[in-house]
């Protein structure tokens, strides 16, 4: 799991019932930051404006907002930004570097509900990736202790979202981390929602893609779809389910760091199992030559194809792809058998029997 979820958090939507926020920072001197600007920024539906700067004197800074209309915010300073909750009330920021460097920046939040609840979110998330960090140093990022760490950590959080799920906090950190979740876990959450909530226009992309998810779910037939090869020519999912035992859809992009790292243990699958199981790489690709050269550089034998949509790639809308990499797994009869299985997984599950 890549570092993203805790800053992943750009802002929160609010609304209150009060006048005035006040927001109280405080920086760890080890950081070194005085005299640097700290700006409130705005974000809402891709638009991005500064409310208000300040500069860090004596380790503080101080923000006055007002807390009446809905908006979304965030602090940055320098590279670094920081979500926080603007509301009614004293909102108290501190900003620390429990080892003294900028490679472990954690915010604390205090003062109001949300603001509140983000703390035992970012608490959780410092914890989570303190023990994770340790295991990597330690060689074992990819050890079961790894995994049901990670996994203990997206439970604990689904059940803090679901759990205050009346709050904006809540649904904000749906909308940023729903990736995480089973298809089951988003639409249990979808369930609690009411009207108003699933009119914010990407809470209804997050569900149209989840109901996608789970129209392609494991147990469900597959959905054929087609997409332009390297050469131009046009490759069609049918045209190969039912020649092999199994079709492996890889959604991935050049882009994409963790797909480009697992590339090496696709390509050892995939000279095991040649001629039982064919591969189809979507990718999620912009730019033709980004796309082509990484096939290249990495020397990816399997099909490929792309529409160069990005995410609004058509494959991935068909399946409900809001992350990546991500593997589809039909069988010869044409039904979903694994839905982001690890190889390992499917090997032991399918070649080793």
Avoid at 22 to 51: C, F, H, M
Avoid at 117 to 144: I, M, P
Wanted: hydrophobic letters at 35%.
């Amino acid at each position: 799991m890549k570092r993203t979820i805790l800053y992943a958090l750009t802002a929160f939507l609010l609304v209150s019932c009060g006048k005035e926020a006040q927001i109280k920072g405080y920086v760890d001197p080890a950081l070194d930051w005085n005299g640097q600007t700290a700006t409130l920024q705005i974000r809402e539906n891709d638009s991005v404006w500064t409310k208000d700067t300040c500069e860090i004197n004596q380790n503080s800074f101080l923000f006055g907002a007002k807390a009446t209309t809905p908006y979304m915010t965030t602090i940055e300073i320098g590279e670094e930004r920081f979500p926080i909750c603007i509301e009614e009330g004293e909102i108290r920021i501190n900003i620390l570097s429990p080892n003294g460097q900028n490679n472990n920046i954690q915010i604390h939040c205090s003062g109001t509900q949300n603001n509140e609840l983000l703390e035992l979110y970012n608490t959780a998330t410092n914890d989570f990736y303190n023990r994770y960090e340790a295991l990597e140093k330690a060689g074992k990022e990819e050890s079961e202790e790894a995994k049901v760490l990670e996994d203990t950590y997206i439970a604990q959080v689904y059940e803090l979202i679901y759990n205050t799920a009346g709050t904006v906090f809540s649904k904000e950190i749906f909308m940023q981390t729903h990736y995480y979740f089973t298809t089951e876990q988003k639409l249990s959450y979808f369930r609690i929602m009411d009207d108003a909530t699933m009119q914010i226009p990407k809470m209804k992309r997050v569900y149209e893609a989840t109901k996608r998810e789970a129209d392609t779910a494991e147990g469900k037939p597959y959905i054929d779809f087609s997409g332009c090869t390297p050469a131009g020519d046009t490759l069609t999912l049918s045209d190969f389910v039912g020649k092999t035992d199994y079709v492996l859809i890889d959604f991935w992009a050049s882009w994409c760091g963790p797909c480009r790292k697992a590339m090496p243990e696709v390509k050892e699958f995939y000279e095991a199992h040649k001629g039982e199981i064919e591969i189809i790489g979507v990718s999620l690709d912009q730019a033709y030559e980004a796309w082509t050269n990484a096939i290249r550089i990495m020397d990816l034998p399997w099909k490929h194809i792309s529409d160069l949509q990005g995410w609004q790639a058509a494959p991935a809308k068909v399946y409900g792809v809001s992350a990546i990499p991500t593997t589809i797994l039909i069988n010869k009869e044409g039904i979903i058998v694994g839905r982001q299985k690890s190889l390992k997984e499917i090997e032991e599950t399918y070649f080793f029997r």
